[in-house]
């Protein structure tokens, strides 16, 4: 089972490529949908490593899939920019995931 990346930055890209793990780099959201909904069905990836940035754009479908799919993990990583999540991005997380604000 495999890696894979999903970026917007070539860095991020060329560093994980480094360790073995191959991706793409994309900008725009329609571009993220569509890499992300391919990359749920490559049968040889058992983890997505997705940029802040991109998980940003499409967080209703990213929590979907996390919610609604055993395969693959998606993980959100922080990029070389730093950390752009929010104080309260894991209470909204499991306020989405058990229907109840805390």
Known sequence: MKYYLI?????????MRLAGIEG???HKEH???RELLKAM???DVAVILMTENL????????YDLKL???????V?????HGNGRTADSITKYVQDA????L
């Open 55 to 62: 998980v940003s754009q499409c967080p209703d479908l990213v």
């Open 68 to 74: 609604n799919r055993k395969q693959p993990l998606i």
């Open 76 to 80: 959100e990583i922080s990029d070389r």
């Open 31 to 33: 571009h993220v949908r």
């Open 98 to 101: 058990i229907g109840v604000k």
């Open 41 to 43: 069905e490559m049968k």
């Open 24 to 26: 793409v780099v994309v």
């Open 7 to 15: 970026s917007d930055n070539v860095d991020t890209l060329m560093g």
